[in-house]
């Protein structure tokens, strides 16, 4: 069984940064993509950032994701990040990490809570 466990996220006011940290169990990225998804209280799960297991990225088409949002992992494919820069108060959320090997998540990690104040 493989596990994700995110961390880096908190309370920030708007405007600063954060980087969300998902550490693996096993070098899952390697054969896997990866993908971040936010829950905003009350709304639906969304998946804003993705990254292939050859390093592709896309991410949420939407003026409020688009270059603000980085997705990367790193060489031993055991952890993927989430850099998110000039917060607002509309990426307030559960941000959770997932890994797949086709379209769906096969893995899921618990979530890290992002709280931006304005």
């Known amino acids: 069984q493989v596990h994700l466990v995110e961390s880096g996220g908190g309370f920030v006011q708007a405007g600063g940064s954060l980087r969300l940290s998902c550490t693996a169990s096993?070098?899952?990225?390697?054969?896997?993509?990866g993908a971040w998804y936010r829950q905003a209280p009350g709304k639906e799960r969304e998946r804003v950032a993705h990254?292939?297991?050859?390093?592709?990225?896309?991410?949420k088409q939407s003026p409020s994701v688009d270059g603000r949002f980085t997705i990367s992992k790193d060489n031993a494919m055991k952890t993927l990040y989430l850099q998110i820069d000039n917060l607002e108060p509309d990426d307030t959320g559960t941000y959770y990490c997932?890994?797949?090997?086709?379209?769906?998540?096969?893995?899921w990690g618990q979530g890290t809570q992002v709280t931006v104040s304005s």
């Open positions: 997932a890994a797949a090997s086709t379209g769906t998540p096969d893995y």
């Open positions: 990254i292939t297991w050859i390093g592709a990225v896309h991410y």
């Open positions: 096993v070098n899952i990225f390697r054969t896997h993509s």
